[in-house]
């Protein structure tokens, strides 16, 4: 069965500082596409950065960037200079074989400090 | 921009009563999700639906039911509301197609389900 493994439940970071928020997973796909999505307290759950299995170059979107270890099936969200409009859940997901459907993880839970 | 709208974001409902929630996007997206969502359990998929008057169960779909009859709107239906189905409710869709967007959920606000 496919999986995906958030091991932190909670997380806090103080302003301007450095985070990373870690996910594995499990799959015997060879070419998938990688999610995390963002969940600010009683707001809309949008997507945050993707990246595609088979690009070897870690994706990038601004402050955001992901470490991809594919042999270790491991995806981790680093996100830069962190502000306080980043508190929020945050959620791992990749599609499930031959399916449309996405497998999310359990979330991290995302406190900035001001 | 991909807009996906849910009818209401708070309900209240009885236990028994039958529940409607709706979901409509514009990007005439072939995939629509209903999730539920609780405190550490994450995103569990209720029902999905790849086309119109196509529907699929997920992981949770026991005093659920689905309908969709147009392809932009995708309704939840809970037959005889039980307590144990207060929840946040999330609806997704997405495209078939293969590219940029291949597999990228888009979601809706949400609506929060009370059944006392």
């Known amino acids: 069965a496919q999986t995906v493994t958030q091991s932190q439940p909670e997380m806090s970071v103080q302003e301007a500082e450095t985070v990373t928020l870690s996910c594995t997973y499990d799959t015997s796909e060879n070419n998938y596409y990688l999610f995390w999505y963002k969940q600010p307290p009683s707001r809309q759950m949008i997507l945050v950065i993707r990246q595609e299995a088979y690009k070897q170059q870690n994706a990038t979107e601004n402050r955001f960037s992901v470490n991809f270890q594919k042999a270790a099936k491991s995806f981790s969200l680093k996100i830069s200079d962190s502000q306080l409009g980043d508190t929020a859940m945050y959620f791992c997901a990749f599609p499930r074989a031959g399916s449309y459907q996405l497998t999310f993880g359990k979330g991290t839970k995302l406190s900035v400090i001001p | 921009d991909v807009k996906v709208t849910q009818s209401s974001r708070y309900l209240v409902k009885r236990t028994g009563e039958k529940v409607f929630l709706e979901c409509v996007q514009d990007?005439?997206?072939?995939?629509m999700f209903w999730y539920r969502q609780d405190p550490g359990l994450g995103l569990r998929l209720i029902y999905f639906?790849?086309?119109?008057?196509?529907?699929e169960k997920g992981d949770i779909p026991e005093g659920y039911s689905v309908s969709r009859e147009k392809k932009e709107r995708f309704s939840l239906i809970l037959e005889s509301a039980s307590t144990n189905q207060t929840s946040m409710y999330l609806c997704?869709?997405?495209?078939?197609?293969?590219?940029?967007?291949?597999?990228?959920?888009?979601f809706g606000p949400g609506t929060r389900l009370t059944v006392l």
């Open positions: 990007m005439d997206h072939e995939n």
């Open positions: 997704a869709s997405s495209s078939h197609s293969s590219g940029r967007d291949t597999d990228t959920q888009y």
């Open positions: 639906s790849y086309d119109v008057k196509m529907k």
